[in-house]
């Protein structure tokens, strides 16, 4: 830890023509995946990370270790969407020539909780960064993380064209992100995208998310960790596909000759239920044995079906999803199991 804490403050060298990125969001999911992409590309990556009084830097702990980056240069700095002048001072520091802004209080059911945190930090922690960019009239592309959440209760398939009907405080955040990102390239030139992403999974997913959940579940129950899987609505339905592919699309858009606003998403969509009966599936068990409804899980207002339409996408940036909805089951569930120390016991078993 005592290199991550050197690395937060130090001396910068900006001489060169490595091109410098800074990433919010980056001790998350997403984050974490392009962290890595942008490295791997030669960029120099700064990312934002929080205080916190235990360590949220494990989705990046490799990146300090992995050999085969030794030599590039990922450098961490304190701050928080909430606080718009440290977002200033940083920009001027760094000097980025890209900005992923991925930050963001990212629980669709915790936003009902915490609707007030939720607006402040998702949807106005955008307006601070792009403030912070006019201010220091750095010339600087910028990508938003915008959300299929955003088309809530539209009716299937969702595309550019289809508008928004937001059905969470965490929606109506991202909605507002969305066209203020919208109004600073129109007002002030900006070259800014939204990229609108359906649901996109990995071994990295935050544990409260359903996906993941299931796929723990799993392992745990396997190893006799965990007994019983409670779980909300099991018919909401998702379109959901493989994070590190999803983090490639952001990059795309800012290397386009123009900015504009992309769905990502898969094509296909999948219920709750279907993720278990793979999942489960896969390890020969019967999630109808241990899972139970709990209610606390439900929303106040559901969104039923998400399903992308990303034409746009695979035209203008070429851009195609890989991973296919039981390859992505298979890979979470493996990870878990792996992580539990039963994988190869687990498949062998089941394949016998
Ligand atoms: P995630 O795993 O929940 O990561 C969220 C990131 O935001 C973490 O690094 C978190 O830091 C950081 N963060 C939270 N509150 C913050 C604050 N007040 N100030 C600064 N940073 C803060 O989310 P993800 O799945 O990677 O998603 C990345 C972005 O894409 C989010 O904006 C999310 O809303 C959006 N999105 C995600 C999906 C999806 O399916 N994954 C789809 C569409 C859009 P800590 O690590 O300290 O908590
Ligand atoms: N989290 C959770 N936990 N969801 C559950 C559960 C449960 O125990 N049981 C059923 N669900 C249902 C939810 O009601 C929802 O319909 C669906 O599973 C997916 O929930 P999440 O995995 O929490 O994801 P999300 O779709 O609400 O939000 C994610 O995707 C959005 C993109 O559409 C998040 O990553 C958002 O940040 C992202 O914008």
């Known amino acids: 830890m005592s290199d991550r804490e050197g690395s937060t403050n130090a001396a910068v060298n900006f001489d060169g023509p490595t091109k410098r990125a800074f990433v919010t969001g980056v001790t998350g999911q997403d984050g974490s995946y392009l962290a890595e992409l942008l490295l791997s590309k030669g960029y120099e990556v700064h990312g934002l990370i929080r205080r916190s009084s235990s360590f949220n830097t494990e989705r990046i702990e490799t990146l300090y270790q992995d050999p085969h980056l030794e030599g590039t240069r990922l450098f961490l700095h304190y701050g928080d969407m909430s606080d718009g002048s440290m977002l200033a001072r940083l920009l001027t520091r760094v000097q980025p020539h890209e900005i992923y802004h991925l930050g963001a209080q990212s629980h669709v059911r915790v ?15 955008t307006l601070r960064l792009l403030e912070a960019i006019r201010e220091t009239e750095i010339p600087v592309r910028f990508y938003q993380a915008g959300s299929s959440e955003m088309f809530g209760a539209a009716p299937p398939p969702q595309s550019e064209r289809t508008p928004f009907y937001p059905r969470s405080p965490y929606a109506a955040a991202k909605v507002y992100s969305h066209w203020i990102t919208v109004n600073y390239r129109e007002s002030y030139g900006l070259f800014a995208c939204n990229g609108i992403l359906f649901n996109h999974e990995s071994p990295r997913r935050g544990q409260t998310f359903v996906t993941r959940k299931i796929s723990r579940a799993v392992a ?8 019983k899987l409670y779980l909300g609505n099991l018919d909401a339905k998702r379109d959901w596909g493989y994070a590190p592919e999803f983090v490639e699309a952001m990059w795309l858009m800012l290397q386009h000759d123009e900015p504009g606003d992309y769905v990502i998403a898969t094509g296909e969509t999948h219920s709750v239920r279907e993720f278990l009966d793979e999942a489960f599936g896969l390890v020969g068990l019967d999630w109808q044995s ?8 439900y929303r106040p207002a559901e969104v039923d079906v998400l399903l992308g339409d990303a034409s746009k996408a695979r035209d203008a940036l070429g851009w195609v999803p890989k991973t296919k909805f039981k390859d992505l089951v298979r890979i979470m569930v493996e990870a878990d199991l792996e992580a539990v120390g039963l994988r190869d016991k687990v498949l062998q078993g089941v394949s016998n």
């Open 220 to 227: 745990n129950i396997l190893s006799g960790r965990q007994e």
């Open 111 to 125: 936003s009902f909780d915490m609707p007030e945190y939720t607006a402040d930090v998702t949807g106005i922690g």
């Open 290 to 297: 241990h899972v139970e409804i709990d209610p606390k899980y």
